[in-house]
């Protein structure tokens, strides 16, 4: 996981995208002014994404090895 | 965490804490980041309860999770309203409304932006929500992501 943050994040930071991905769960019911509400599942891949994906890789490897031992 | 009494429970309980964060920071829209907020709450009771043999970890690990329960009922709040003021829980579409000034958004922005906020406050232990953070350094070595 680390080591796919800090592909993206050099990848975003060499050449900045942003994309997100929607997968429809279920449809939750219509509001008064017409607008139904769906519940979705998703992902973002931006700037700030890949630099949280690689901060959490990294200290989450980090705490494993520290906390595994020898 | 060697020789540990439950060292795999350990990392089956960091592990949901790290993929916890990770749908909460790759989440598109509202509801999803409660989901990933709520496991990353629901690990670090875990964590934080890992000696539960120790008394002091176990009431340390449930009053940690009580006040960012507490703390949640804001950003569940913040979320609700924001959801059925914009009429979609996307981020694009909160961030759209708000560049293009709607004003029914307008009339509870300040009270969502604060609920929001308070939500916040019980995860980042700021005041009056600080009061779990001393006690959860009873557990073992987790992360301080």
Not at chain 2, 6 to 13: E, N, S, V
Not at chain 2, 21 to 35: A, E, R
Request: glycine letters at 12%.
């Amino acid at each position: 996981m680390a080591l796919y943050g800090a592909a993206l994040l050099i990848g975003n930071w060499v050449d900045p995208f942003a994309f997100e991905r929607h997968v429809e769960i279920a449809r939750i019911g219509v509001l008064p002014g017409g607008h139904e509400l769906v519940l979705e599942w998703g992902w973002v891949v931006d700037g700030l994404s890949t630099m949280m994906y690689f901060v959490v890789g990294v200290v989450g490897s980090f705490v494993f090895t520290y906390a595994k031992g020898t | 965490m060697k020789g540990d009494v439950r060292f795999t429970w350990f990392f089956a309980a960091f592990s949901l804490f790290a993929g916890g964060m990770l749908v909460l920071v790759s989440s598109p829209n509202t509801i999803q980041l409660i989901v990933g907020w709520e496991l990353v709450g629901v690990a670090s009771y875990l964590l934080i309860g890992h000696w539960w043999e120790d008394h002091a970890n176990n009431a340390a690990a449930i009053k940690a999770f009580l006040v960012n329960k507490v703390a949640d009922v804001g950003l569940f709040i913040g979320v609700i309203i924001s959801g059925l003021v914009v009429g979609s829980f996307r981020f694009t579409d909160l961030l759209d409304a708000v560049e293009a000034g709607d004003s029914a958004l307008a009339d509870v922005g300040v009270w969502v932006g604060l609920a929001l906020f308070v939500g916040a406050m019980g995860k980042s232990a700021q005041w009056p929500f600080h009061v779990w953070l001393p006690d959860a350094m009873a557990g073992p070595p987790r992360c301080r992501l």
